[in-house]
């Protein structure tokens, strides 16, 4: 590993050195700028490729990534080529070093404007979980859940940065007994996922064969796809979640190049039932990443979710998402859905972790919790574990502190 | 009624009269341009504004809505009094006429950038009929079919304007057997809607109350939501539709403003269930349209669909979407959902129409449909009719050919 870097302080192991290198909108007082972070400071892109890559500067310009989204591949990865080769070689260092700020006293934004916000549902032990909690009666996997990966479209709209604040949604319910209620939600829940920026559009009509999914698929950032389960369970049949879901769709502020995973490949679970041509991964590298989650409650980790172990894959899900000929547009973004472990402490939901309210969580202090109260903050964390001959890499978190919701008129 | 204008051929009763004046977005060989029209001339709204209301010029100096749907109801409202003015008032003819260019030769656009769209179930002769092809074996309507509109987002990113080819989408279906297969949808069907464009954007956590819905719609346009019903079958439980409508949705290319509904509001069916506060519509001017629609395949009507039995209206779904908080952004787009009457010729969809492929239409020269071939057309058309004290309005038409998809690698 050559993770060197000439920045003071970044040590070979760091989290966020030169290996990892994500994109973000940060400001200081000023509008937004989009920088790449390494450990705790932001280099300024436009600056940078004004100074060393002048033909890469418009595409930095603006305080949101989409157009460099729009450019090719090869372009993404000739940025990041630059800057590792900047942050390296110390003969940049007097030309780049003075464009690194702290990050400390920045506010970070959303850094992409979303087209449309995708989410999925392929851990198979979340898809089984929910299913014998809302499905009592039906086995716990939908039919075609192992053959093609289950996806919805959510509201990109309502997708926010990490930090904003969740108010509480109101909404319908129905109650034992029948009735229908109205009201402040009352198990309002996480989704701990992983997401995925899109860029390099398509034509309508143009499906991305799985062995061209790496030229569409940008980087990742970490999702919490805030649930109201009561709204859900009571609206979902036969369209799927809306306003259970449409509130508020939280994601980290920083997106990591899909380049910096290279290391974290691994081969996702064996497939039980044989796939259609168009998701047969068999004879392709390997799709699945090593990314280990972690759900923080009120400053106490409740669930360390393993994404190595979803049954679907990035690459499994674009592919799918595209073959009827839908376009993508630079700054979609799909996410996986709750990223659900076999082990107990492994769910991604609060759902699955209380059982459906039945086992509620213990935390510190004689505290308990089935699902969020109002003042509850939520941190997802996410990296990839370093292992031999790979260091730890840092996706950052996002975090979000539940509010009550202005009171209706 | 003073619907007159100077405006030479349009003469009282006119369906694109002065009482119309839909805006869209028209290129004549360079790049496109917004206009109303009025009868088959366009009338350029920048240049128009430029002359005679300069602080309205920016607002629609793209090609665009956009701008102008940012801005509140109010400027909405302003400009389209001024239009009528413009266009009413002979002094005003000198300045005006030359900025009038026929429509034939232009070329129409997509006027808006599409934020979020929403999909809605909102007639209950079509959910009922869909429930009774799709779940047998349940009641017709879902549980909470009565007790909310049911909705679910679909794709903004394909949502293309009226003339655009449709590709047959591939997916995969369950064929008899149980057996799973891939290949160009053998059940393409549309869906004849009503959609509503929105502007003047909300924050989060703040819904829209009933009583506010005039400030948010800005106008009407038509919709064919497209869809492969074999593909939707097979994938949609339990998150709802996502490829089998995904490949395109087309909308008219014309916004008709909602002030000129005036007088097509009508009431809507009476409810059969005590509805929640936020959606009890029963104190408030009806918000029910009394829109007629008319489907064409290659070149024969073959249905009727009456968008003034649609159970939920406009002013409740847009209630709905956003009374758990979530925001509305200029430029978002929903629409009613198949709009489908009582009788067997009103069903706004052919799944419908030939009761699930049971029987198949016949159209002339021994032709018989019950889903879509390549190469067959569509045009779907909507006006309010004429009534005592009311001009016929047209809405103009949303066509598209159907085209193979290009086979897959």
Redesign the interface.
């Known amino acids: 590993m050559a993770n060197e870097t000439w920045v003071p302080g970044i040590g070979a192991g760091h989290p966020h050195g030169v290996h990892n290198l994500p994109y973000g909108a940060v400001s200081f007082g000023g509008p937004p700028r989009l920088v790449a972070r390494i450990g705790d400071l932001a280099l300024d892109l436009a600056a940078a490729c004004e100074r060393l890559a002048p033909d890469l500067a418009p595409l930095v310009a603006e305080p949101v990534l989409n157009p460099l989204l729009a450019a090719p591949a090869e372009t993404w990865r000739r940025l990041r080529a630059s800057l590792v080769d900047w942050l390296s070689d110390p003969v940049h260092r007097p030309a780049v070093e003075p464009l690194l700020r702290p990050l400390a006293g920045g506010l970070t934004h959303l850094p992409f404007t979303v ?2 916000y995708v989410d999925f ?1 392929a851990s198979e032990h979340h898809a089984s979980a929910v ?1 014998r909690i ?2 009592p009666d039906t086995p716990p996997l ?3 859940w192992k ?2 990966p ?9 997708v ?1 940065v990490s930090g ?1 604040p969740i ?1 509480r ?4 319910r ?1 109650v034992s007994g029948g009735a ?1 209620e ?1 009201g402040p939600s009352l198990r309002l829940d996480i989704e701990a996922e992983v997401g995925f920026v899109l860029g390099a559009g398509t034509r ?4 991305i ?1 799985l062995a061209d999914a790496a030229e569409h698929l940008f980087g990742v950032c970490l999702v919490n796809d805030w649930s ?1 389960r009561d ?1 859900q369970a ?11 879901k ?3 769709t939280s994601v980290s502020p920083w997106v990591v190049p899909l380049q910096a995973f290279d290391s974290a490949r691994t081969a996702p679970p064996p497939r039980d039932v044989p796939l ?3 998701l047969d991964d068999a004879a392709l590298a390997p799709w699945g990443l090593d990314i280990a989650l972690e759900v923080e409650l009120n400053g106490t980790v409740v669930s360390r979710p393993p994404f190595r172990a979803m049954y679907w894959t990035a690459a499994q899900m674009l592919a ?2 595209t ?7 630079p700054g ?1 973004l799909f996410a996986s859905g709750t990223v659900s472990g076999p082990e107990p402490g492994q769910a991604g939901s609060l759902l699955e972790l209380s059982r459906g309210g039945r086992a509620p969580l213990a935390l510190p202090g004689g505290v308990t919790r089935s699902f969020l109260e109002d003042g509850d903050e939520v941190v997802i964390r996410g990296r990839v574990p370093a292992a031999p001959g790979r260091d730890e890499l840092a996706l950052g978190e996002v975090a979000g502190v539940v509010v009550a ?2 009171a ?2």
Do not use: C, K
């Open positions: 087209g449309d549902y299913g809302f499905r939908p039919e075609a053959h093609l289950i996806g919805y479209h959510g509201r990109s709209g309502t926010v904003t108010a949604p109101h909404g319908q129905r229908v109205f309508l009509g143009e499906p064969a109201a709204l009571w609206e979902y049949v036969p369209l799927g979640p809306f306003l259970g449409s509130f508020a259609v041509s168009y799918h998402m073959v009827n000929g839908a376009t993508i547009r979609d919701q202005p209706l008129q």
